[in-house]
C-alpha cells in the first residue's frame, strides 16, 4: 500500500509576474484574489508560506536592454515592478482573506515595506504569516527565480514551489512542438543539460548543489498550491539524487 504523501511544512511559492497581469500590463485583481484564496487555504491548513512574485507585467530588464537600456538600470525598474505585485497580494491577502501578511524588500522602501532579514523572516513565518519577498536579490543581472532559490535556502524551506502557466516540464515548448512530453520527475543536472528553461539555470544550480528540489506545477488549475503543498505529485518534479524529496 502506498504511503500517504506527507505535506511540507514550509515552502517557498515562486509565481511569475506575468500571470498577476492577466497577460496585460499591470494587475489583474481577478488573478490575484484567486492566487491569494489559494494561498489563504494553505496557511490555514498550517503550512507555513515565504513568496517570491515576478515583475513581468511590468518591466523585464533584458527585453528594456534590448530597446538600449543600460541593464543595471533596467533591472532596478523591474524589481520596483516586482514590490507593487507584493503590495497588491498583500492586500488581498489581509482584506479579503484575513491573513496576516509581511512584505520584505531586498531594496530598503521602509515606508512601504520591511528590509530582507532573513531571521526576521523566519519568525513571521513561524508566526503563521505569509512573507512575501520584493525587489529580487537587490542586484542586477539576477533573475527573481534565482532570488526564489537563495531566499529559499537561506530561512529553511523543503521546496520551491514554481508556479506557471504550464502544467510542468516539458522536452519542448509545448505551445510551439505538439509533440512535447511533460516529464513526472528529472534532476537539476539533466535539466540544466537538456537547456529546459522552466527557470534560468543559476536558479537550476543553486538548488542542485544545495539539495534543494522544485515543483513545477500550473499555477492556473484551482487547487494546485494546496495539493503542491500536501506532497502530491502534480507537475514536475526536479530533484537531486539525495535530496529529501523522494522522486
Known amino acids: 500500500?502506498?504511503?500517504?504523501?506527507?505535506?511540507?511544512?514550509?515552502?517557498?511559492l515562486k509565481l511569475g509576474g506575468e500571470m498577476f497581469g492577466g497577460g496585460a500590463v499591470g494587475v489583474d485583481p481577478d488573478v490575484v484574489q484567486?492566487?491569494?484564496?489559494?494561498?489563504?487555504?494553505?496557511?490555514?491548513?498550517g503550512t507555513q508560506v515565504a513568496i517570491v512574485i515576478g515583475g513581468g507585467n511590468f518591466f523585464r530588464g533584458a527585453e528594456l536592454q534590448q530597446r538600449g537600456m543600460d541593464r543595471a538600470r533596467a533591472d532596478y525598474m523591474a524589481m520596483l515592478g516586482t514590490?507593487?505585485?507584493?503590495?497588491?497580494?498583500?492586500?488581498?491577502?489581509?482584506?479579503a482573506e484575513g491573513v496576516e501578511t509581511r512584505v520584505q524588500t531586498a531594496i530598503t522602501m521602509s515606508q512601504v515595506a520591511e528590509a530582507y532579514i532573513p531571521r526576521r523572516a523566519i519568525r513571521h513565518l513561524e508566526k503563521g504569516r505569509v512573507v512575501i519577498f520584493g525587489g529580487g536579490t537587490g542586484m542586477p543581472y539576477f533573475s527573481t527565480?534565482?532570488?526564489?532559490?537563495?531566499r529559499a535556502l537561506e530561512i529553511g524551506c523543503e521546496v520551491v514551489l514554481?508556479?506557471?502557466?504550464?502544467?510542468?516540464?516539458?522536452?519542448?515548448?509545448?505551445?510551439?512542438?505538439?509533440?512535447?512530453?511533460m516529464f513526472e520527475s528529472i534532476t537539476h543536472r539533466e535539466a540544466l543539460e537538456r537547456d529546459l528553461r522552466v527557470a534560468d539555470t543559476t536558479a537550476f544550480s543553486l538548488c542542485m548543489d544545495?539539495?534543494?528540489?522544485?515543483?513545477?506545477?500550473?499555477?492556473?488549475?484551482?487547487?494546485n498550491i494546496a495539493r503542491a503543498v500536501r506532497?502530491?505529485?502534480?507537475?514536475?518534479?526536479?530533484?537531486?539524487?539525495?535530496?529529501?524529496?523522494?522522486?
Request: overall charge neutral; hydrophobic content about 45%; glycine content about 6%.
Open 1 to 12: 500500500m502506498t504511503e500517504p504523501a506527507k505535506p511540507f511544512r514550509r515552502v517557498l
Open 34 to 45: 484567486t492566487v491569494a484564496r489559494q494561498i489563504a487555504e494553505v496557511v490555514r491548513a
Open 83 to 95: 514590490v507593487m505585485n507584493c503590495l497588491a497580494l498583500q492586500d488581498f491577502l489581509e482584506q
Open 145 to 150: 527565480d534565482t532570488t526564489a532559490a537563495q
Open 162 to 181: 514554481m508556479a506557471k502557466a504550464v502544467d510542468g516540464v516539458y522536452t519542448a515548448d509545448p505551445k510551439k512542438d505538439p509533440s512535447a512530453k
Open 210 to 223: 544545495n539539495n534543494m528540489p522544485i515543483v513545477v506545477f500550473n499555477l492556473l488549475t484551482e487547487g
Open 231 to 247: 506532497g502530491e505529485r502534480i507537475g514536475t518534479l526536479v530533484s537531486t539524487p539525495g535530496s529529501t524529496v523522494p522522486v
